[in-house]
Nanobody, 123 residues
Framework: VQLQAFGGGFVQAGDSLRLSCATS??????VSWFRQAPGKEREFVAG????????FYADLVKGRFTISRDSAKNSVYLQMDNLKPEDTAVYYCAAGATMIVGMRRNRDAYAFWGQGTLVTVSS
């Protein structure tokens, strides 16, 4: 199983950015994005259940970020709008072959991780 995250970059506050997560095509139960800012714990950002396409978000990004998937391309996307300096972090995509609904925002529920892509938002 391989995950590859890309699309990060340097943007200004208020700009948009779209991250992509290419998967190896394995069947996952859920794919999510997490982020880790310098000196902070890795935190949940957004996730999508692969079969049902049900999405779930952290409160901090709800209304600004949108997660989606393209099963034909085995890819998951994170559209980030109205970016803020506090969104600066390394963003990771993660996948779980099994998932308990109550755990889907917990990083320990995800067995597979991509390498991360850096997003820097300048004020």
């Amino acid at each position: 199983v391989q995950l590859q995250a890309f699309g990060g970059g340097f943007v200004q506050a208020g700009d948009s950015l779209r991250l992509s997560c290419a998967t190896s095509g394995s069947t996952f139960r859920a794919v999510s994005w997490f982020r880790q800012a310098p000196g902070k714990e890795r935190e949940f950002v957004a996730g999508i259940m692969w079969s049902s396409r049900v999405t779930f978000y952290a409160d901090l990004v709800k209304g600004r970020f949108t997660i989606s998937r393209d099963s034909a391309k085995n890819s998951v996307y994170l559209q980030m709008d109205n970016l803020k300096p506090e969104d600066t972090a390394v963003y990771y995509c993660a996948a779980g072959a099994t998932m308990i609904v109550g755990m889907r925002r917990n990083r320990d529920a995800y067995a597979f991780w991509g390498q991360g892509t850096l997003v820097t938002v300048s004020s």
